[in-house]
């Protein structure tokens, strides 16, 4: 081990200031959560999860309900309202960033579900014109099995993109008096 003493003012300068970034990187941290906003909807609108795998696709009964409900829906399974996309966003602290989004649907989306996992609705239709009488019912959610489509995360260009962001930030806080 050994000892360095440093008897310069502007290096000393340069590492008191360095100290005074480190304690409160809010500002970097919310630039991280700007980055990871924006690249968690570039993703989600190619179709990919972080590590670059394309999302599962819709199954063939997902797609013959969404035809007899006359749904229009978008490229990807989770285009179908836009609602998680633009639900994404991101919180920064001095010393931490997380993002994500508040859609209802969004951890299932992300992590999947089975069927049933969440119980069901269970109840008694009403007569209409189309059913005169009515009906008891019972449908499980969800109504089928929801494959994993993680959507939040870090990609290898994300990694890249924190460490140039922290690398400006630390040049940036030493060269401040």
């Known amino acids: 081990m050994f000892e360095l003493e440093i008897n310069d003012a502007q290096v000393r300068t340069a590492f008191a200031s360095l100290q005074a970034a480190l304690t409160d990187m809010t500002q970097p941290m919310d630039e991280i959560g700007q980055t990871m906003v924006l690249s968690t909807k570039t993703r989600m609108q190619a179709g990919i999860s972080p590590d670059g795998t394309p999302f599962a ?5 997902t797609l ?35 993002w994500g989004s508040n859609a209802i649907q969004a951890a299932v989306m992300h992590f999947g579900a089975e069927q049933g996992e969440f119980g069901a609705a269970i109840g008694r239709t009403r007569p209409s014109e189309k059913r005169p009488r009515s009906q008891d019912y019972f449908s499980p959610i969800p109504w089928g099995r929801i ?15 924190i460490t140039e962001i922290l690398g400006e930030w630390l040049v940036r806080g ?4």
């Open 64 to 98: 013959a309900r969404y035809a007899a409900e006359g749904k229009k829906y978008g490229p990807h399974p989770l285009w179908l309202t836009r609602t998680m996309q633009q639900n994404i966003a991101h919180a920064a602290s001095p010393d931490s960033v997380s």
């Open 57 to 61: 696709p819709r199954s063939a009964v």
């Open 147 to 161: 494959p994993a489509r993680p959507f939040v995360g870090l990609s290898d260009q994300d990694r890249t993109d």
């Open 174 to 177: 030493a060269d401040q008096p």
